[in-house]
């Protein structure tokens, strides 16, 4: 168990697009097409099953509606494999903030 978790604390996910940088990502993207839903709603799922509180950011409120929009489940094996995806090495202007710790 998390240590924030045995403290009756949740998690958030602040970043959960990775700052817009998931969206130019193979992997996460290929995953999504499979599940047949955007990458955002693949990032927001995931958080969503590892525990997480997940609070996304867009200016759109079409995307607004997209992201709350994730009833569909990332199988077991899916997990494992976002959870050990290759870490993004660039985050351009939000370099200062990797988001992807690989510690959940
Ligand atoms: N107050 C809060 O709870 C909160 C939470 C998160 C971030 N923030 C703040 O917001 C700022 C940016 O956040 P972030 O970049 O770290 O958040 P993020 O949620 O990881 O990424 C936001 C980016 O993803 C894009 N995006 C989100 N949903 C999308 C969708 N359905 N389809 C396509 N693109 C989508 C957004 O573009 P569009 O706008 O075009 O959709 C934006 O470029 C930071 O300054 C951060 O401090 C605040």
Redesign the pocket.
């Known amino acids: 168990m998390r240590p924030c978790t045995k403290k009756g604390m949740v998690m958030e996910a ?7 940088e998931a ?1 130019k990502n193979q992997v996460i993207a290929d995953m999504a097409k499979k599940y047949g839903v ?4 693949l990032c927001i799922r995931f958080d969503i099953q590892l525990g997480m509180i997940v ?6 409120p079409e ?1 607004m509606k ?2 709350a929009d994730v009833d569909f489940i990332i199988s077991d094996e899916d997990m494992q494999a976002l959870k050990t995806i290759k870490h993004i090495e660039n985050y351009g202007e ?1 370099s200062f ?1 990797p ?1 992807f710790g690989g510690k959940f």
Do not use: W
């Open positions: 602040y970043s959960p697009v990775a700052h817009g969206l955007s990458i955002p709603q609070l996304p950011k867009t200016a759109d995307h997209q992201n939000h903030f988001v």
